[in-house]
Nanobody, 119 residues
């Protein structure tokens, strides 16, 4: 079992910045990658960013260089640094632990962090 606890999120003005953090505990060795997915009202959940154990990173097409994902040296905490935020970024953001023996949606999820980008 893996537990994920998120922090950060909230209301931010368009063009502003925000950082989300997620800390994992439990069966850390079973994790292949950590990532962030988001879901806006009426839309499907989509990839924001993910990082594998060897440091490879992957980003959603909408990011366009605005977001950066990173892990600490212990590989139990993942941060998402977001800049130049747009109203279209408004969504609930979920931390995800992708298992070594399955796809990301077969893994574990954080509690969700609401981000609202509005003036």
């Amino acid at each position: 079992q893996v537990q994920l606890v998120e922090s950060g999120g909230g209301l931010v003005q368009p063009g502003g910045s925000l950082r989300l953090s997620c800390t994992a505990s439990g069966s850390i060795a079973s994790i292949f990658a950590l990532g962030w997915y988001r879901q806006a009202p009426g839309k499907q959940r989509e990839l924001v960013a993910r990082i594998t154990g060897d440091g490879s990173t992957y980003y959603g097409d909408f990011v366009k260089g605005r977001f950066t994902i990173s892990r600490d040296s212990t590989k139990i905490t993942v941060d998402l640094q977001m800049t130049s935020l747009k109203p279209a970024d408004t969504a609930v953001y979920y931390c995800n632990a992708e298992p070594r023996d399955g796809a990301y949606y077969q893994g574990y999820w954080g509690q969700g962090s609401e981000i609202t980008v509005s003036s």
